[in-house]
């Protein structure tokens, strides 16, 4: 006894869009397939950007006001983790500054990038402190703080 299979167009539309879907899919499997898997650890140290950053306003008598500051305000590395800390200055001319607690000083020039490497074995909070902004008389304080954890 013979079978007739009746094929109407619907059932050859759908056969052909699941073809088209199943081909796209392998294609795009194969086309990642080259990707390299991520295991969270970075070669070499890390790398952290900041920036000289400046707000201003006008007090209601008129005054003008400003603070400079550095952005991000705080960063955290783990200790004994190295890391290339790169302040790029785009507000102010010249920010001289110092680590606290480290032998680690420098200045960031407006346009400019300067690169600190940065490691510690000690836990505890470390304040990058402005030399030209150190409080609220000088524009500041334009204090950022690296944790270390």
């Known amino acids: 006894m013979s079978k007739v299979v009746i094929l109407k167009r619907r059932h050859l539309w759908l056969g052909g869009l699941a073809l088209i879907l ?6 795009f499997h194969l086309l990642r397939s ?3 898997p991520v295991d969270g650890q970075p070669e070499g140290p890390r790398t952290i950007h ?7 306003s006008v007090m209601e008598d008129g005054t003008a006001i400003e603070a400079y500051r550095w952005d991000p ?3 955290f ?9 790169v302040l790029y200055g785009v507000n102010g001319d010249s920010h001289p500054f ?12 407006k346009g400019k ?3 600190v490497v940065f490691q510690t074995s000690k836990e505890g ?13 000088h524009n500041g304080p334009m204090i950022g703080y690296i944790v270390v954890d």
């Open 113 to 115: 990038e300067t690169t």
């Open 34 to 36: 080259g990707d390299q």
């Open 50 to 56: 900041m920036v000289t950053a400046e707000a201003k």
């Open 73 to 75: 305000g705080t960063v």
């Open 22 to 27: 199943f081909a796209g899919g392998l294609l």
């Open 98 to 109: 110092y680590i606290e607690g480290t032998r680690i000083k420098g200045e960031v020039k």
């Open 77 to 85: 590395v783990e200790k004994g983790e190295a890391v290339n800390l």
């Open 125 to 137: 909070v470390y304040r990058l402190i402005c030399l030209t902004h150190p409080d609220k008389n």
